[in-house]
């Protein structure tokens, strides 16, 4: 089914192509048209439940790469990549890529909102992901383009492990469990020299401490308390 717009079918034609994917698939382009709409132009008619169900393709998206790519990956790990892979950072970098911007319909004044810039093409391309993976009810629409960019991307930050975001896998961890954040307590350490840990970082959930860690920031401490926390959970749950 094409839509009433020949003009508006033209231009997400044209962003299918981008993907490398074939206009002869199929693809419902109204839900397409839907996930390129943000709620400043319909209140009604926009991308916010194809974002929803976007979220959760993503995440199987990257957890099937990951699994595939590096079987022997701790699950620890798994969950610290995918963090990253799926932050709304790297989503609109890769928006960005293909130039999503220019098929998002915006009105108002997000039009000039530079701020939101980000945070808008993070939630298209979920969105555009939820259109595909409804098209089909798989990810055929999807694995085909979004692969590279997952397996790219995974071994850079396998390479640099300080890209790991364990802060954001614990959190996702607790909010999935208890509904609450972990509570960060930071305390300064006097080092001997400038080079060693400047900060230690505990972290806390229910007043049980799950770990503690050090770090030249509080951001790095933060970081290693994190790690120690995660990674212990997950032995815990995967003896």
């Known amino acids: 089914m094409t839509l009433v717009y020949p003009r508006r079918q033209r231009q997400l034609e044209n962003l299918v192509r981008k993907l ?15 996930a390129l709409t943000h709620p400043t132009v319909s209140e009604s008619a926009n991308y916010e439940q194809l974002e929803f169900v976007g979220d959760a393709v993503v995440r199987l998206a990257a957890a099937v790469v990951l699994w595939e790519t ?5 699950v620890g790990d798994f969950a610290a990549i995918r963090s990253v892979l799926v932050s709304d950072r790297i989503l609109a970098q890769l928006a960005r890529e293909y130039g999503f911007d220019l098929y998002l319909l915006v009105a108002g004044s997000a039009t000039s909102d530079q701020i939101g810039q980000e945070s808008r093409l993070a939630d298209a391309f979920e969105a555009v992901l939820g259109a595909l993976y409804l098209s089909t009810n798989n990810l055929e629409l999807i694995r085909p383009w979004l692969d590279f ?3 790219k991307l995974a071994d850079e930050i396998r390479r ?62 933060e970081q290693a308390a994190a790690k120690v926390a995660f990674l212990g959970i997950s032995q815990q749950n995967n003896p």
């Open 20 to 34: 490398g994917l074939p206009t002869g698939l199929p693809i419902k382009w109204e839900l397409l048209d839907l």
């Open 70 to 74: 590096y079987p022997d990956c701790p």
């Open 149 to 151: 960019h997952m397996k």
């Open 160 to 221: 640099d492990p300080a890209r790991l975001n364990y802060k954001a896998a614990l959190q996702e961890w607790t909010q999935a469990q208890f509904k609450v954040l972990p509570e960060y307590r930071i305390t300064e350490v006097h080092p001997t020299n400038q080079n060693q840990e400047r900060f230690a970082a505990e972290v806390w959930l229910h007043e049980n401490k799950l770990g503690e860690g050090k770090g030249r920031s509080i951001k790095a401490a």
